[in-house]
């Protein structure tokens, strides 16, 4: 018994310099508005539905842009084995975990490339996160496909 609560007090303490040490980072408020989404998610509540500065495209108006080959980067901010177990065509994966340990992550997209972030639906936290991290990096033509791919996948649109 003494074991697991060493070992859980050493984990715990871990997982918290861990934190820190991504979080110096970023600015104050990049974290705390990170922190407010993953809060949300671990209570299980829809994420706000806009941010400011970062443009919502709904299901209809991305399959459009597919259609039309409108030239912009889609990104799927899920965990990696969602990702490659389905996705929505064309996807490049950026976990938004993988962005807040390392903003130079974002090196290989230029500031006014036009990207698109999606992850798992209305309380899922990774692409709201990922969205104000890259708009701090200087990112302007953000979108957020706030719906995600199970919204995608209702509507019978294309995965890979």
């Known amino acids: ?14 997982l918290g310099m861990t934190t820190l040490a991504f979080a110096s980072q970023w600015p104050p408020e990049v974290v705390a508005k990170v922190k407010v989404f993953k809060d949300l998610a671990t209570d299980k509540k829809d994420m706000p539905p806009s941010h400011e500065g970062v443009k919502n495209i709904t299901t209809a108006e991305l399959k459009k842009w597919m259609d039309e080959k409108k030239k912009f980067i889609l990104l799927d901010n899920r965990v990696k084995d969602q990702y490659d177990a389905e996705k929505i065509k064309g996807a490049e994966w950026l976990l938004a975990d ?6 130079k992550l974002a090196d290989k997209y230029k500031k006014d490339d036009i990207i698109v972030l999606y992850c798992n639906g209305v309380k899922c936290w990774r692409s709201p ?7 701090h ?6 979108y957020w496909y706030r719906d995600g791919i199970p919204v995608w996948k ?3 649109y294309p995965t890979e």
Request: hydrophobic letters at 65%.
């Open 1 to 14: 018994m003494k074991r697991i609560l060493v070992l859980s007090v050493v984990c715990l303490f871990v």
């Open 98 to 103: 993988h962005l807040l340990a390392d903003p």
């Open 129 to 135: 996160a990922a969205a104000v991290m890259l708009q």
């Open 137 to 142: 990096l200087g990112f302007k033509n953000l």
């Open 154 to 156: 209702d509507a019978k």
